[in-house]
């Protein structure tokens, strides 16, 4: 039998970059926005004070990959080009994209069984599961590989974990791309994993690890987020923990602490040989959770607005920073801007947009004619939308 034809990839660019700056920064690039950066990152108009966090929009992984997949376009013109699926969790790039012709997977009607080795397929900033790239290479297309070097460090860790006989335990979602890929990558190197969403999920783990308890009952709680097979009463013994990189970093470190204590209550002192932790959250997100704790510091906001994708991570977890503090409204578009009277945004941890009333209204208490607003944006997220989100409020708040 033949066999099938070696993909070739690319992971360093594609030698277009020059080609494709300009359409980069029609599609993404605002004006604005670095007259706002260049002005202390303060926008002044009539009432209205915006006061843009010093961190947000594009991070590095976002930048390459997007940067990437125009230039895969550009060098591969008379082939047909596909994503696996969304390049990054914004609608608007996705569309940009699309608008580029390039195809995506993830569609209805496509299938990688159909791929030939004529065809192009990019791989997303956050990576894909192992599973997946040996089947697009069984194919033998062209793979432009932009998985972020944040995400990439990652797999290192939990590589080396499986090789030291460590279960991975990944602070993260078990159904985000990234964790998917990350948990694949324990379980390719011959280790055992568990995904835990929050406190609550670590908690019951914790729980297992000091006094034991039903098996049966916990491997039906994780079915969906822990590898094949996995025992707790085998796979809780030797820990090494890791995040999804988008993840709340107070939070990560919280649980990592958890389960360094319950491994400690069980094993006692032998348990610094059970545990290992790095910490995977990547720059980008810490320098955004980070920028946002330090703008509510700093400023008396009587509104917070997040810009991103519903179900981008890490614009999630800005808003669930900045709601605890102040009136916060997570939008996946300016457009979400109805009115003075009406905003729909995302309340965080709920699963669908709503709709608020009377939203531009300042803090309680206040008596000052200017209405403060603070804004940021998630890793991806282009600034051409945080200017329309400033515009738009500019004529809501000044008409
Ligand atoms: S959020 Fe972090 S890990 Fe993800 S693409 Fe951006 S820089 Fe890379």
């Known amino acids: 039998m033949e066999s099938p034809a070696q993909p070739l990839i690319f992971r360093k660019g594609l030698d277009r970059r020059s080609e494709v700056a300009h359409v980069l920064e029609e599609s993404y690039h605002s004006d604005l926005i670095a007259q706002i950066k260049a002005a202390d990152y303060c926008y002044q108009s009539g009432r209205l004070r915006v006061y843009l966090a010093r961190e947000f929009g594009f991070c590095y992984g ?27 969790h914004n609608p608007h790039v996705n569309d940009q994209i699309r608008a580029q012709g390039i195809r995506f997977l ?31 290479s069984a194919r033998g ?4 590989d932009t998985t972020c070097g944040s995400v990439l460090n990652v797999w290192k860790n939990v590589r080396r974990y499986a090789a030291d006989g460590f279960t991975s335990i990944i602070h993260g979602k078990y159904w985000h791309e990234e964790t998917r ?7 390719h190197a011959g280790g055992h994993y568990l995904v835990v969403l929050d406190r609550a999920e670590a908690t019951v783990a914790c729980d297992y690890i000091r006094q034991g308890g039903n098996r049966d009952a916990f491997v039906s709680t994780f079915a969906h987020a ?27 470190l919280e649980i990592g602490e958890m389960f360094r204590a319950a491994i400690a209550d069980r094993y006692g002192e032998a348990s610094g040989s059970r545990y290992r932790a790095f910490d995977t959250i990547c720059s980008a997100t810490q320098d955004r ?19 991103g994708g519903y179900n981008s991570s890490n614009t999630c977890n800005l808003a669930r920073i900045c709601a605890k503090d102040l009136p916060t409204y997570h939008i996946a578009d300016p457009d979400r801007l109805v009115s003075a ?14 709709t608020t009333t009377d939203w ?17 944006s998630g890793a991806s997220t282009p600034d051409n939308l945080v200017e329309q989100v400033i515009k738009r409020l500019d004529s809501l708040v000044n008409s």
């Open 62 to 88: 976002v930048d390459r990959a997007v940067d990437y997949a125009y230039q895969t376009r550009q060098r591969f013109q008379d082939r047909t080009v596909y994503l696996t699926g969304e390049i990054i």
């Open 106 to 136: 993830s569609d209805p009607g496509e299938s990688i069984d159909a791929l030939t080795p004529d065809d192009v397929v990019i791989l997303p900033a956050f990576g894909i599961p192992v599973e997946l790239l040996e089947r697009l």
């Open 141 to 144: 297309c062209t793979l432009v």
């Open 181 to 187: 890929a990350t948990a694949s990558q324990a379980q």
């Open 226 to 252: 822990s590898s094949p097979g996995f025992d707790p009463d085998r796979e809780l013994q030797q820990l090494g923990c890791a995040n999804q990189t988008t993840m709340l970093s107070s939070e990560s």
């Open 289 to 307: 959770q980070d920028a946002i704790i330090a703008l509510l510091d700093e400023r008396r906001l009587d509104v917070m607005l997040v810009l």
């Open 341 to 354: 009277a009406e905003i729909r945004h995302k309340p965080v941890d709920a699963k669908h947009e709503v």
């Open 360 to 376: 531009l209204e300042p803090r309680p208490g206040a008596h000052s004619p200017v209405f403060s607003v603070g804004l940021t």
